[in-house]
Each structure stands twice: as C-alpha cells, then as structure tokens.
C-alpha cells in the first residue's frame, strides 16, 4: 500500500511537530477546545478560500496533466502555485482570530519551500537546456519535480488536515493522544479506500507484473500495522501505569491484525495473481465488530463508533463478495470495464476513515452540545465521503481519459498492439512471417512522393515502389513508410 506508507508517517510527523508547542501552552483544561471566540476575519477567510483552491483542486489536477503531459499541465500549475502564494502570505497577515502556536502554521514552511522547489523545477524543465547545451542534470530534475509534484498531494492532504484541527481548536493538551490516534487510523483506511481504487481503474496491470496475489500487500500492510499498534497502544515501560479498557481493546485488535496477517501473507507467499484470499477482508470485518461495541464516555460516543464499527464490516464483507464473484468467475478479474459491485468496498474503506477521524472526543462532545442526532450526523458524513470519493474517482478518470486521447492522437501505434511497420525494403522479410500475410495486402500510411493513393488488392512490393516513384531504384524509398497485414488504423 504506496500511499498509505506515505500518508501516515507524514500525518504522524505534521501533527507530532504541533505537540510541543501545543503542550507549551498553558491551557488549563478549561475548555474541550481552544476557541477564543474571536470571530473570522475577511483576510483569514480568504487565505482558506485560496489554499484551498489552490492544494485541494489546482494542484491535484496540474498533477495528472503533468503525467499524462498534457499542454495545460504549466498554467494549472503557475495559478495554482500563485494562488499558494498570495494565500500564504494572507495566512500570516490577518488580524481576526488569534491561534496558538500549532502544527498547520509551523507545518506551512514546508509546505512552501516544497512549492518554491517544485515550480523551480518546473521552469527550468520547460526551458528546455538541453537544447543550447549537454544538460546533465536534467534527467534527475526531471525525476525529483515529478516526485515533489506526488509528494504535494500527500503533504496537501496533511496540511488541510491540520488546518481544519486548527480552525476548530481541537488537539491540544489532553487531547493530542486519542486525536493522533484517531486521524492516523483513520487516514489509513482513506488510503486503503483509495488504493483499492487505483487497482481497480488503472494499477491492476503494473501489479500482475510482480506475479503476486493483490491481497498479499494487503497481509503484509495488515500484519506491519498490527505490529506496530501492539506495541504503541499501551505504555509497555512503565510497569506502574495499569492496562485500562482501552488499552485492552485496541492492543488485542494489533495483535489480531498481526496474527491474521501473519497466516495471511504465508498462505499467499508464492501465489499467483489469479489466487486470492478472503483474510485480509475477514480481519476487517473482526474489526468492525469490535469497535461497533466498543463503549465510550457517552452515548453518542458509542453510537458513532458502532456506525464505524458497522461500515467497516460492509467494506469487509463487500471485499469478501467481490472476491468470491471474481474467483467463481461471475466478475471477470481482466476486463477494462469494472463491474458496478467492486466500487463498494474501497467507498466504504473511505467512509469508514471518514467515520473515525470525525470521531475525535472533542468533536463528538461539540455535535452532542448543539443536539445533532446520530442519523443526521452519519448522512452528513456520508454527504463528505460521497464528495471525496466523487474527487477521487474523476482524477482517476481524468488521468483514464487523457490516456486514452493520447492514444488516439498518436500517429502510429505502438508495436504492443500486434501492429507490425516496416519500410518498402523489409516487405519481403514481412511477407514471409505467414502465409496468411502473403494472401493480405500491405496498406500505405505514409508516402513523401507518391502522386495517387494506393488501393491496389493482390500487389506486391515492386507495385508499392511504382505508385512512390521509386521504380528506378530512387533513393526515396526509405520515405515510404507501410503498414503490415495484421491490423489497419
């Protein structure tokens, strides 16, 4: 799982960054929150309205246009950087609300020295050096600005992150341990929802090249985590802190995620793409189980997580369908056109993240306050999840799209295709390949010099150099180019 190894060491770093200067602040523990009551200023909500264009919507597109090389790839690119800009500079220039010293601010450094790096990077690839004088260096800018540009997203996502925690004033004190726990897990099922969707609509090809089965990386993520939550949940060196509920709970769910990954990955260490296993999908479901009666502090508390714990299972018993259908061939495992059930399990994955992480304590402490009921509270985001996976699935479709006008606009294709092209004097070494060539008629793409088109039926290569002029022994007759027998654009 690339991005989810991505995503969480990053979420983790960015909010951990905040914990010393939240803890510096002597809250008091007054609040659940801290929120002076000072209202928005103009330049603050314009600073929120700019970055939010600019990292949630200019720069995942500019994304996929620069992969896919497409010429509006730079203009989304500069005005989303422009934007970045001017956003950031608003953000350190307001005079509304004053926030203490928190992750989002300190993490936003960063964030604009990757940005100044990444456009540098840019224009100096489109000024195109290479052609003025021996470039050396271009080929690893190349590679770093197309790095950077993936890397933007992932930090983009942990950046507005943050700036949602910081606009609500949630995370301080107290509070930082199960808000960490919480947004890391939670990015980790996003990110699972996600990956799951990538295999689907374009990645399950580049992965069959491994010779692995899909749920392998998935045993292997799963046991990695469960390892690492079974040794973090609970202070092991201090043998005067006692094992709460909670520690009980979520340290026996790392082991399990351990344990079944474990089986997991052994029973699908040497199989083949087409040979799955139902575990990874079975641990999720176990899971959800567990965290649907998992008692918290107040009722609504436990509402929320049972709705977790239940779309958990869905995602696991969905994946489990899906694989079923797909090993008993109902679902065709290699055709370019998913069926309708497989989207089920990665928009789950993604709710469920959505679920966890709005299960923040201060957050559900916040919409118990104002009298939100648990069914408008779960259609409300089940609204979110729907609009993220809505984003998701067109950049996705985007980046489809563009590949395949790409494919459309090129002038020949590629000799993937099963489409054979050869010059006028290889059609001898062509003709003999089968005798169903030699009963076919080679069909002319491209001819410099020829003055009529060529339609001729039953001809041969000396008719081909007649029609291009080239009868007399012409040297012209490299500019013929022919297409083999086998296809025809």
Not at 240 to 245: C, D, M, Q, R, T
Request: proline share 3%; net charge negative; hydrophobic share 45%.
């Amino acid at each position: 799982m690339a991005i989810g190894h991505r995503i969480l060491p990053l979420c983790a770093a960015a909010l951990l960054v905040g914990a010393q200067s939240a803890w510096a602040h002597d809250h008091h523990g007054a609040n659940m929150n801290f929120d002076t009551g000072e209202p928005i200023g103009a330049i603050l909500k314009v600073h929120i309205i700019l970055m939010s264009l600019s990292f949630g919507l200019f720069f995942p597109i500019g994304l996929v246009l620069g992969l896919k090389k497409n010429r509006w790839h730079v203009p989304v690119q500069t005005t989303g950087g422009v934007l970045a800009i001017i956003g950031f500079v608003l953000g350190h220039a307001h005079g509304g609300r004053a926030f203490p010293d928190n992750a989002h601010s300190k993490f936003s450094w960063f964030m604009l020295w990757l940005l100044v790096a990444q456009l540098s990077a840019g224009g100096y690839l489109k000024a195109h050096t290479e052609r003025r004088f021996n470039d050396k260096a271009r080929p690893y800018i190349k590679i770093a600005h197309k790095y950077m540009a993936i890397l933007m997203i992932i930090v983009s996502y942990a950046q507005i992150l943050l700036g949602v925690i910081a606009y609500l004033g949630y995370c301080y004190d107290k509070y930082l341990g199960q808000c960490l726990a919480h947004l890391i897990m939670g990015s980790s099922f996003i990110a699972y929802g996600i990956w799951h969707l990538l295999l689907l609509r374009l990645a399950s090809p580049w992965l069959n090249r491994f010779g692995r089965s899909p749920e392998l990386y998935d045993s292997v993520m799963i046991m990695a985590w469960g390892l690492f939550n079974t040794f973090t949940e609970h202070n092991f060196l201090d043998d005067s802190e006692g094992w709460s509920h909670k520690d009980l709970q979520h340290t026996s769910l790392g082991i399990i995620w351990f344990c079944g990954g474990l089986l997991s990955t052994y029973m699908l260490r040497k199989a083949s793409p087409t040979e799955r296993s139902m575990f990874p999908a079975i641990i999720l479901m176990v899971t959800g189980c567990a965290m649907g009666i998992h008692e918290q502090d107040t009722e609504f508390s436990t509402r929320v997580h049972f709705v977790f714990g239940l779309t958990l299972v869905l995602a696991g018993f969905t994946r489990c369908l899906e694989i079923l259908l797909i090993t008993t061939n109902l679902i065709r495992s290699d055709s370019k056109v998913p069926n309708p059930f497989q989207y089920l399990p990665s928009f789950f994955l993604c709710h469920t993240g959505m679920m966890l992480m709005s299960a923040i304590r201060q957050n559900i402490h916040a919409i118990d306050n104002i009298g939100i009921d648990i069914g408008t509270y779960s259609l409300g985001y089940m609204s979110i999840s729907f609009l993220f996976y809505f984003y998701t699935y067109f950049l996705i479709q985007l980046f489809s799209e563009l590949g395949k006008r790409q494919n459309k606009n090129m002038m020949l294709p590629s000799s993937e295709d099963d489409i054979a092209y050869h010059t006028v004097t290889q059609v001898s070494e062509v003709r003999s390949t089968s005798e169903e060539d030699s009963c076919r008629d080679p069909h002319v793409l491209f001819d410099a010099n020829a003055e009529d088109t060529y339609d001729g039926h039953g001809s041969d290569a000396d008719d081909v150099y007649q029609r291009a002029g080239t009868a007399n022994g012409s040297s012209r007759s490299s500019d013929v180019i022919e297409l083999g027998p086998m296809s025809r654009l």
